[in-house]
Nanobody
Framework: VQLVESGGGSVQPGGSLRLSCAAS????????MGWFRQVPGKEREGVAT???????DYPHTLSGRFTISRENAKNTLYLQMNSLKPEDTAMYYC????????????????WGQGTQVTVS
């Protein structure tokens, strides 16, 4: 399994970014996918998940600013981030698992290398 994140960068507060995660080596349409973020010295936190049927969950209160989506035909996961705040600064990772629970995604071992988002 290979997951490659892209789309991160530096943006001013109030700006937007769209992250992508290109997946290979797995039957993408059958996997739950998730986005996580991590700041140095803090635990990795779940941002959003999407199951194979497109059902989404946002375990972290983001006030509707983030939207997860997937395009199975392209084996790609997305995270649209709007109204970005400095506290959104983090490394963002995508993950894949057959079970759509944060714990399963964390334990899956199917992680990308991350893409840095900096809001300042």
């Amino acid at each position: 399994v290979q997951l490659v994140e892209s789309g991160g960068g530096s943006v001013q507060p109030g700006g937007s970014l769209r992250l992508s995660c290109a997946a290979s080596g797995l039957d993408f349409s059958n996997y739950c996918m998730g986005w996580f973020r991590q700041v140095p010295g803090k635990e990795r936190e779940g941002v959003a998940t999407i199951d194979p049927d497109g059902k989404t969950d946002y375990p972290h209160t983001l006030s509707g600013r983030f939207t997860i989506s997937r395009e199975n035909a392209k084996n790609t996961l997305y995270l649209q981030m709007n109204s970005l705040k400095p506290e959104d600064t983090a490394m963002y990772y995508c993950a894949a698992a057959l079970t759509c629970r944060l714990g399963a995604l964390i334990d899956s071992g199917n992680w990308g290398q991350g893409t840095q988002v900096t809001v300042s």
